[in-house]
């Protein structure tokens, strides 16, 4: 049985996280604060500016690779995931394809196209570039008006490896 699968009988219940999220209301004042937040963080990432790009993030964020549970925490592991995303594409590029925000965060829909430079997190495409579906979670942390992170979803097969 595949980690999708669900087995038969099994009790699925949603998150008590993922519950408490489903309560938060939206405004249009919380979505031009999140929106104007997503939009300042891809500018720093398009433009490589790693300080403007944290200056996004909450102090305890968290960063996750899916598909392989690798995970990176606070700021420093939001430098060291970039750190590793950037050395091994530097000229990586990632064009929205769609968008939906709210109050919980924001999920990104890109197509993510780039020269692979170096190996990263055990993947190495066969003839150097790579060009692949992602979808990014940015969840919201209301507390510190930031995000708490990403979650990148990515098909890993699509990297090589």
């Known amino acids: 049985m595949g980690s999708g699968d669900v087995e038969p009988g099994r009790?699925?219940?949603p998150s008590e996280a993922a519950r408490d999220r489903l309560g938060w209301r939206p405004s249009p004042e919380g979505?031009?604060?999140?929106?104007g937040l997503w939009i300042a963080h891809s500018k720093a990432e398009d433009a490589r500016d790693l300080a403007g790009?944290?200056?996004t993030l909450s102090p305890d964020c968290v960063y996750e690779l899916v598909p392989t549970a690798r995970r990176w925490e606070g700021h420093e592991g939001a430098r060291a995931f970039y750190a590793g995303l950037l050395g091994a594409f530097p000229d990586v590029r990632f064009a929205l394809q769609d968008i939906v925000i709210g109050p919980q965060?924001?999920?990104e829909f890109a197509a993510m196209a780039a020269t692979q430079a170096?190996?990263?997190e055990g993947f190495l495409a066969p003839d150097?570039?790579?060009r692949l579906d992602v979808v990014i979670h940015?969840?919201?942390d209301?507390?510190?008006e930031r995000f708490s992170g990403e979650r990148i979803y990515l098909d890993p097969g699509d990297l090589g490896g």
């Open 11 to 13: 009790d699925v219940r």
């Open 31 to 35: 979505f031009e604060q999140i929106r």
């Open 53 to 55: 790009l944290i200056a």
């Open 105 to 107: 965060g924001v999920v």
């Open 118 to 120: 170096a190996p990263w």
């Open 128 to 130: 150097g570039r790579v």
């Open 138 to 140: 940015f969840p919201w």
């Open 142 to 144: 209301p507390v510190s």
